[in-house]
């Protein structure tokens, strides 16, 4: 598999009217900013959108955004598996929005941390109760081993077993995800 074309904001930002820009976060990180005229298809349901995306892609260039660029260059690959070009937006929404680039925020939308800040607040809070709890019970200590694996796991395999829990989580969903992944899909069918 080749790597995905890369575009940097600046790039993006001068050729966004010619790509439909997929982003791949949660509803509920998608909900709290996204490049202009996104549409959200979460990394987990995109197996499901592929027709639509196929389709989609036969009409013009996709372009594939996270909040880091890690989850766009996952669905990148995903998609070049299945024989659909996609660019990626290399550092995400937070580089997009940090070189002076606004996101579109739905209307009485909550903000919600990025899911890598979650992912580390969670692991760091299970190494921290399984160093405190290993004082007075020693095996407790293996939950902070068990975590550290877990991170070493993720980065060699450029996936997250953590993140993909916390995008269950009822803050990380916007209301109505489903009948709006349908209404995306059909838009890109369109």
Not at 20 to 32: L, M, S
Not at 69 to 90: E, F, K, Q, Y
Not at 148 to 164: I, K, P
């Amino acid at each position: 598999m080749t790597s995905p074309v890369t575009l940097s904001p600046t790039q993006a930002a001068a050729r966004l009217a010619e790509f439909t820009v997929i982003d791949v976060r949660g509803p509920g990180e998608y909900a709290a900013g996204h490049v202009p005229g996104a549409l959200n298809i979460p990394l987990d349901r995109l197996d499901e959108a592929l027709p639509a995306l196929k389709s989609a892609s036969a009409r013009g260039a996709l372009l594939m955004v996270c909040a880091s660029g890690v989850r766009s260059t996952r669905a990148c690959d995903i998609l070049s598996a299945a024989d659909i070009d996609a660019a990626t937006l290399v550092g995400g929404t937070s580089a997009w929005e940090s070189e002076g680039h606004g996101l579109e925020r739905p209307e009485g939308a909550r903000a919600v941390w990025p899911m890598e800040r979650q992912v580390r607040l969670a692991a760091g809070s299970l190494v921290a109760a399984g160093v405190l709890a290993g004082v007075r019970f020693p095996a407790a200590r293996w939950l902070s081993a068990g975590v550290g694996a877990g991170l070493v796991f993720s980065a060699v395999t450029n996936t997250c077993g953590m993140a993909a829990v916390l995008s269950k989580l009822p803050h990380n969903r916007a209301p109505h995800s489903a009948a709006d992944l349908d209404a995306t899909l059909e838009t890109l069918q369109a």
